[in-house]
């Protein structure tokens, strides 16, 4: 039988192992500063490979802020508990990486703690990064260690309690993070197990295109379900995907390395930089993440596939005529045919035009967001690029004017049910804060 | 039959409502200075103010514009009496073959209104939607920051003209 | 020595007068034994054409001066140029001039406002009459006051005399006073006394383009005017081979489908109207296409394969001197587009028997002559008025848009007819600026001088333009066609493919061989600078290769090559002003470049240097900042000279940076802004300089085309310094340079 003292004792040893353990989770050594490398010291080859990394990273989205030095950090991340702001990870000695030996960068890869030790937000997703290969990291520290270091202190993050506590996240990645390097799927192709080694890892595609769940970490079982973004919806990009024309690796690959496809759309949004750094990598490594996503979304059911053969055919034969009266929203009918149609239903078929709407996942996608952005905003040229220019409507049309649209949209070039809150989608959409909005201009 | 409110005035305008304000204003009204560049909304040259605000005519029908208060460049001054951001461009020299010009400056003028000191970086950014190919840039961006000068003070006495 | 230029124009104007002196001074003159008199020299600049000064100034009863050009306001200041010569040689305030630009019905012919030829025939010619006309009206003064002429004075459109007697222009103007030949030379103002000239003079058009006057042909509204829209075929050859206008002609507001052969069009009343009939139309319309277009991705292997006619323009040689180290290079240019911001506009009416077409053409006599062929009328039977359009840069679709508005107000007899182009069709339709690829070798001796040149270029001509009606599209598309004359080399020293291919430098041995290219895969014409763009570009980046091989400095390397002062002093200057030191290394990620040229070795001088960063992660080119130095001779207005400058060298980095016509195998691609982007101002620079040296008394130069070629390889040449990579293809888009980086 148990004495008071022993069951005192063993409670007390209970929580000391459980506060060592504790210690021991949210507790981790510094790495030793080291002096900061001279950039010659890196092979080049290795920094080229880095390079393109660190586009299929899209590192500089999040780690540069619009318009300043590229790795600076500063970009304010909005997420349910807060503002996060990226890091300096140009080779500055004082304010960004420059005193990080190798090892150092490593471990924030793949745990996600920075060289004193302290725990990173998984804002910055090492949940993926933690798949990334040792060779890899040696190449994009690589890469990173020979850019040109910039000052730029650390801004605050304004997280309020307990969030702005780093013991939260020591207990965030006992639930969250499963570390470890990617396991290829011997029964897939050396291509397949490229793309899912870098869509897991340094693509990070989940980290927009995946639920998350109250405490802001992925769903696991709802991979690639579909996610949220500043005020952009990331669509689902598995079985569950909203587009009335069946995705394949082909389109995907054209979409991914060219920012559209004629039966798709338009990459906007925070879409736009990925596709844009995209372009620049070896094909190959597009090729191999259309090839994991195509089977992501997987093969459609026939008659989803049937419908999609339909709206091309249909969409082949133009000018379309929009679906006229029925749809009981005069007001919208007419704002289409005023002011859309004569890109977006007409003899211009993409590049040259809008893309005929009843193949956009916009419009048949859950909710109206990323239709009312991109009706507000438009799209803009891109410095010396061929791409599609799309004019803004904020400006000339009221929140009424583009809900009545969007509302006459979705019922007329979708076969979805009908949206709700539109009108309150659309208001928000024009408020949308200056820095979301930057990021639909590369 | 539709009603348009055009330069304080309002106008009567037989226009079909899918027409681009563009072809109302120059077509109906004989109205010159927003101009056909491209009607695809990739180029500027037709920038006129609604309500305050710089939108492409060539994109904007008119069914959008019921009640609404349309400034075109004649609305704004005449050579006799120039607007500042007339005087600023005839005192920059700020144009060669001009076909650009007058949306440049309705999109000036706009941005002016609401931001009386904007920056060369925000001027800039304002004007990423317009093309001139005769390289006038940047005559038009010195001819932005004197009309911020100019609007800034209240007696906008003559200037010298600037010599090189 | 030069000759009279007999034609019959010539001899039908009066220029009989000369030739019968000539004749009767050489009989004289052979009775008496002495050999024969050369004959007179012709007038100069334009006046040889035109020679009677009435032709080109008028001065009414009460005053009123009009001056007359053949030459147009093009977006270059011309107009108010020229009517500042006419002010000074004159004495008339400048404001009370009236000026009349090309019109086959009042003007000379003075051919094509191109060549940056405007200031030199036209404003010479203007220039001169001025000053004849103003010794004419002091002759007739100092007759009637019965005073010597030296004693007299002219100001303000009057000449005074020393007692305080005037007499106006007006009053002293009578009959046929004017109706005399220019002489060769007449007596000019002193630049040390220029009220007018000289002077920045702000530009007279300006004004109304500010405040939403009627400036362009886009504006003309006529009474009666009806809006017509054209349906152009898909590609190259297209035949129309059905059409059911049935649906077209009930639509609001259409008035008639002009369909002949392969030529479609819809005539509305209003302009919305035309546009959505066009949209119908064109649906209705089915084409075959024929049209085989050529691989975009080796077009410079395509090009070099046709055949060509290969000319040497140039050779010298000297065989003493020693080579010691040798490179080659070979530099390609992609077809580029002229991309006028407005597309191509015009207004034609035939009333009576007579066409007239208000038109924004370069040429208002040679579109004329082109129209009447293709009406298969005499040419005096139409009229052509040049109005302003938006900036053409050379040939675009302005003539083709005369055409279609004159074909189709034939249709319409008595009602004016408003031909607009679209977008499309401006970009898909315009004559382009020609693929070209050049080739060139050369050696250094042992003290890193350029003992051997050779220089080969490869182009199609550089002008399609009219003349012949087969020149223009709907000529060509007609039931009964016109075909496209056959193309010609434009002979040096202006050259087409080979302007500024010779190089201005001395090099002992020499060679530069033009290989004119018949065949036209694309459509191609007169876009500004011509060969000039693609060979100063190529010339001055091989420059600085040879430079880089030699260990010397850029600037220093030129100007060792260059015993030409003028172009020396540009040089220096420019130089000079950019803060350029020999040996200078710029800060990391920049380069600083250099580049000279004098466009076609005969006009306006002009040095460029510039500072380019290149984001190395991206390949980024941004130019932060240029300097140019420009020498025109007798400067008429500075500010005018330096607008065109800074003009040039920003439309030149956009052509370098990011400009090429796409096709695929049957049909232009690049049909929009979207498709074909050029320089917007997130890519502007943070400053443009331009110094202009000023040389009174000097002939003018052309200036429009002068800082193109310079600005391409300067820019050229600093992302190589700031790269250490050459490119040597345009466009030097952003994806090539970081592809060089990465190699």
């Known amino acids: ?442 | 039959m539709m009603k348009l409110n055009v330069n304080g005035s309002d106008r009567q305008v037989d226009a079909d409502p899918d027409t681009p304000l563009l072809y109302v204003l120059r077509d109906d009204l004989q109205l010159n200075a927003a101009k056909f560049g491209c009607g695809l909304g990739q180029c500027g040259s037709c920038t006129v103010i609604v309500d305050g605000k710089a939108v492409l005519s060539c994109v904007t029908p008119v069914v959008l514009l019921e009640g609404r208060k349309v400034t075109t460049l004649e609305g704004l001054g005449t050579i006799e009496a120039p607007a500042p951001i007339q005087r600023a461009f005839i005192e920059e020299q700020a144009a060669q073959c001009g076909y650009c010009i007058a949306g440049m400056m309705m999109r000036a003028q706009a941005l002016l209104q609401r931001n009386s000191k904007p920056t060369e970086a925000e001027i800039r950014a304002e004007l990423g939607l317009h093309l001139c190919r005769c390289g006038t840039h940047m005559r038009i961006l010195r001819a932005m920051h004197r009309a911020a000068k100019l609007m800034q003070t209240a007696d906008a006495s003559p200037t010298q003209r600037r010599t090189p | ?743």
């Open chain 1, 1 to 442: 039988m148990a004495s008071p003292r022993m069951i005192g004792g063993i409670v007390a040893i209970a929580v000391i192992a459980g506060a060592i353990a504790a210690a021991a989770i949210v507790w981790r050594p510094a790495i030793a500063a080291i002096e900061p490398p001279a950039p010659q010291s890196f092979d080049s080859a290795l920094v080229k490979r880095g390079r393109d990394l660190a586009d299929i990273g899209n590192c500089n989205d999040c780690h540069t802020v619009r318009g300043a030095k590229d790795f600076a950090g500063g970009l304010a991340v909005p997420t349910p508990f807060g503002i996060i702001y990226s890091s300096n990870i140009t080779p500055d000695p004082e304010t960004g990486i420059g005193r990080w030996s190798e090892a150092a960068f490593r471990r924030a890869m793949q745990s996600g703690v920075d060289r004193d030790g302290r725990h990173l937000y998984p804002t910055f997703p090492y949940d993926h990064f933690t798949h990334v290969s040792d060779e890899d990291d040696r190449a994009l520290y690589a890469y990173l260690m020979t850019r040109r270091p910039v000052h730029a202190p650390a801004r605050d993050n304004q997280l309020s309690f307990p969030f702005n506590q780093r013991l939260v996240v020591a207990g965030w990645k006992l639930l969250f993070l499963r570390p470890g390097s990617y396991q290829p799927d011997l029964t897939k192709s050396t291509e397949w197990n490229r793309g899912a080694y870098l869509v897991e890892g340094l693509a990070h595609c989940g980290a927009c295109h995946t639920p998350r769940n109250a405490l802001g970490a992925e769903r696991t079982r709802a991979a690639f379900a579909g996610g949220d973004v500043d005020d952009w919806h990331a669509f689902a990009i598995n079985s569950q995907s909203p587009a009335p024309v069946p995705w394949d690796a082909d389109a995907l690959f054209m979409y991914l390395r060219q920012g559209w496809h004629p039966d798709h759309g338009v990459a906007r949004g925070p879409m736009a930089q990925v596709v844009r750094n995209l372009s620049d990598v070896p094909e190959s490594d597009v090729r191999a993440i259309a090839t994991y996503i195509a089977d992501m979304f997987g093969a459609p059911a026939p008659d989803r596939k049937r419908r999609g053969d339909d709206l091309l055919a249909r969409a082949a034969s133009r000018p379309a005529q929009p679906p006229s009266g029925g749809s009981g929203n005069a007001g919208g009918e007419a704002l289409y045919a005023a002011a859309c149609a004569s890109c977006h239903g007409g003899e211009r078929a993409p590049p040259y035009g809008g893309i005929d709407l009843a193949l956009s996942s916009a419009i048949s996608g859950p909710d109206a967001r990323n239709a009312a952005n991109t009706v507000l905003m438009g799209i803009r040229p891109r410095e010396g690029e061929r791409g599609p220019i799309m004019p803004g409507f904020a400006d000339s049309m009221t929140d009424q004017q583009i809900a009545a649209l969007l509302t006459y949209l979705r019922a007329s070039f979708s076969h979805q049910p009908p949206w709700t809150d539109t009108a309150e989608i659309v208001r928000n959409a024009r408020d949308t804060p200056a820095d979301a909005s930057k990021r639909d201009r590369p």
């Open chain 3, 1 to 743: 020595m030069s000759t009279v230029v007999l034609n019959r124009r010539s001899v039908l104007a009066g220029s009989g007068a000369l030739i019968v002196s000539f004749s009767l001074r050489n009989a004289i003159a052979q009775d008496q034994g002495a050999p024969a008199a050369t004959p007179p020299p012709p007038p100069p600049g334009s006046l040889k054409g035109a020679p009677y000064l009435d032709s080109w100034i008028r001065i009414d009863a009460d005053g009123a001066v009009t001056v007359f050009t053949g030459k147009a306001e093009i977006g270059q200041g011309f107009r108010t140029a020229c009517q500042q010569i006419a002010a000074e040689e004159l004495d008339v305030p400048f404001a009370s001039l009236k000026l009349v630009t090309a019109d086959t019905a009042r003007t000379a012919n003075e051919g094509y406002t191109s060549g940056s030829n405007s200031m030199k025939d036209s404003g010479t010619a203007v220039q001169h009459a001025a000053a004849q006309v103003r010794t004419l009206l002091i002759a007739e003064a100092a007759r009637r006051l019965e005073l010597p002429a030296e004693s007299l004075n002219t100001g303000n459109g009057a000449v005074m005399a020393p007692d305080g007697r005037r007499l106006d222009y007006g009053e002293l103007v009578a009959g046929e006073m004017l109706h005399v030949q220019a002489q060769a030379k007449s007596a000019l103002k002193d630049p040390a006394a220029y009220r007018v000239m000289g002077q920045s003079v702000p530009r007279v058009d300006i004004p109304a383009k500010v405040t939403g006057g009627a400036a362009y042909v886009q504006d003309m509204r006529l009474p009666g005017m009806l809006h017509a829209r054209v349906v152009r075929p898909p590609g190259y050859g297209a035949e129309l081979t059905a059409c059911d206008t049935s649906a077209v002609e009930k639509m609001p507001g259409v008035v008639k489908i002009v369909r002949d052969g392969n030529f479609l069009a819809v005539v509305a009343a209003k302009e919305f109207q035309a546009v959505k009939a066009m949209q119908v139309l064109a649906s209705a319309a089915k084409w075959k296409e024929t049209a085989k277009l050529p691989k975009q991705d080796n077009l410079p292997e395509m090009l070099t394969s046709l055949p060509s006619r290969d000319e040497i323009i140039f050779q010298q040689s000297n065989p003493s001197a020693a080579a010691a180290r040798t490179i080659e290079a070979t530099y390609t240019r992609p077809y580029q587009a002229h991309g006028s911001i407005g597309p191509s506009c015009a207004v034609a009416q035939l009333a009576g028997d007579t066409m007239t077409v208000w038109s924004h053409t370069q040429g208002v006599y040679p579109d004329r002559q082109g129209i009447a062929e293709m009406l298969r009328v005499p040419p005096a039977r139409v009229r052509v008025i040049h109005v302003e359009g938006s900036g053409c840069y050379g040939h675009n679709g302005a003539d083709d848009a005369a055409a279609d508005a004159a074909l189709i107000a034939r249709a319409l007899p008595g009602v004016p007819v408003r031909v607009q182009w679209t977008r499309e069709q401006e970009h898909a339709w315009e004559p382009f600026g020609p693929a070209m690829v050049t080739r060139m070798k050369a050696s250094l001796d042992g003290n890193g001088a350029i003992v051997d040149w050779s220089f080969d270029v490869w182009s199609n001509t550089h002008s399609t333009r009219p003349g012949g009606a087969g020149s223009m599209l709907a000529a060509q598309h007609m039931e009964q066609p016109f075909a496209l004359p056959a193309p010609r080399p434009i002979p040096q020293p202006e050259g087409g493919g080979d302007r500024n291919a010779i190089p201005i430098y001395k090099f002992p041995n020499a060679k530069v061989v033009h290989h004119f290219i018949p065949a036209m895969p694309l459509r191609v014409s007169a876009m500004r600078g011509l060969g000039a763009y693609h060979n100063v570009f190529s010339m001055e980046s091989f420059m600085d290769e040879l430079a880089v091989l030699a260990g010397a400095d850029p600037v220093e390397f030129r100007l060792r090559h260059l015993d030409d002062k003028r172009g020396r002093d540009a040089i220096e200057k420019a130089a000079r002003e950019f803060g350029w030191l020999n040996g200078q290394k710029a800060p990391p990620d920049r380069g600083y470049g250099f580049a000279f040229a004098r466009y076609k070795n005969l006009a306006a001088y002009c040095a460029i240097a510039s500072e380019v960063e290149v984001n190395r992660q991206t390949g980024r080119p941004r130019l932060v900042r240029a300097v140019a130095a420009v020498d025109s001779g007798q400067v008429v207005n500075p500010d005018g000279l330096i607008n065109q400058i800074e003009g040039a060298i920003l439309q030149s980095m956009s052509w370098t940076l990011y400009e090429s016509v796409g096709f695929d195998d049957k049909r232009i691609t690049s049909i929009d802004w979207q498709t074909y982007p050029i320089l917007r101002f997130d890519a502007v620079p943070e400053r443009v300089d331009v110094h202009v040296i000023n040389r009174p008394g000097q002939p003018f130069l052309g200036s429009g085309e002068t800082g193109q070629g310079p600005a391409a390889a300067s820019i050229a040449n600093a992302i190589a310094d700031a790269t250490g990579k050459r490119l040597r293809d345009l466009p030097l888009t952003r994806k090539r340079i970081k592809d060089a980086i990465d190699a």
